[in-house]
């Protein structure tokens, strides 16, 4: 149920291979979905990844499972890591899930799990999730919690000699209510507990004088920065606990020939951070087999109590003295996001058009860091093509 903002890539799916798992009639069914996905930014990190997913079902029982398969392989030369003296940086992430449901009337009940390792970071999560549909079906009640621990390290190093640990628990809670026959609204609400070490083992930051921190821009090169910085650096520190609130909404409407669904989302943490995303698409249907829609996305949020984009540090007597919690992390900093672009949508079958859709779709979205190191904006772009085939 929660939410999150996920970025911004370049996608190719491939959806095919449905159908029933006999050749004899059956209701039971399942599909399978290949996707490519190719992210891209001007701060020079590029990701590819292929994934897989599989989910089988029987409607009539009502039981189905699913497990995915994905490969991360990440390339960047940003900004951080050219100020750090590293040219270039490629990692490969692997990650599984699986996933099972049970509906029974008006009761449904799934579990799910998954699992992420890339060479110095573990991340391992289980939940439940339980539903209730109410009001002879005009109102259903969703609540669900899960747990998660991560491990970080260091390349190279074994977890037994060197790791941080990460403790996640969640609680969601949501409501999908019928207001009429034509709109929907759904509240939802999470809280998440963070206990742990929640800091980069790879990430340092500059110190500057008390005198100098004042003069040093926002955006700095890496140039100015090492010019202005005091000689060393110091490794990041947070806070060993988080409290995350999230409180969403979304509504939708059903026009004659077209549907409005909007997403806003408010978000609060212990650290004093704030933030608010609200999100926006209409799609208008042009005949029975042709949609088109604009997106629009806007992400705005403060930074954490204690980010300074140029922290002071103060040497005496051969030790250094510096802030207890500090932070290099530009996305915990005071930045917003805007988004926008179109979509379209093909729908191609035979007896039904929907059992076989193409979906383009491109975005591009522009970033504003208003406090940070290096870097002062940043430029994503998405563009979709998705091939899907619908089962009856």
Known sequence: MQLRALGVSSVLTLTALEGSLHAEPSSVRWQSTGELSVYHDSDAITAVTPSVRAEVRDPLVGWSA?????????SAASVDIVSSASPHWQEVRHAGALGANYEHGEFALGANGSASYEPDYLSLVGGLVGSLELARKNAKLEMGLSYGHDTAGRTGTPFSVY??????????????????????????????????????????LPL???????????????????????????????????????????????????????????Y?????LTASTSNLRWVLELGNRFSIWPHARFHVQSGVSFWRHAYVGEITSGTTDVPVNRTGD??????????????????????????????????????????ALYIDHRWSWLAVIQLARRFQ
């Open 66 to 74: 699913s497990g995915s398969y994905l490969v991360d392989v990440i």
């Open 268 to 272: 609060r943490d212990s650290w004093g």
């Open 330 to 371: 530009r996305e915990q900093s005071p930045l917003w996001t805007a988004t926008l672009g179109p979509g379209l949508r093909w729908d191609f079958g035979d007896a039904d058009p929907r059992d076989y859709s193409l979906v383009l779709e491109g975005d591009a979205a522009y970033t504003r860091y208003r406090d």
């Open 163 to 204: 790791s941080l640990g990460l403790d996640r628990y969640t609680l969601g809670a949501g409501l999908e209510l019928v207001l009429d026959r034509a709109t929907t609204f759904s509240p939802a609400f999470d809280a998440i507990f963070e206990s742990g070490r929640q800091e980069k083992p790879y990430r340092y």
């Open 208 to 266: 500057f004088d008390a005198a100098v921190a004042p003069n040093v821009a926002a955006g700095a090169s890496g140039e100015e920065v090492n010019a202005l910085r005091l000689p060393g650096r110091v490794a990041e520190h947070t806070p060993d606990s988080r409290f995350r609130w999230v409180l969403a909404g979304r509504l939708a409407h059903r026009f004659q020939r077209s549907t409005l669904v909007l997403d806003d989302r408010l």
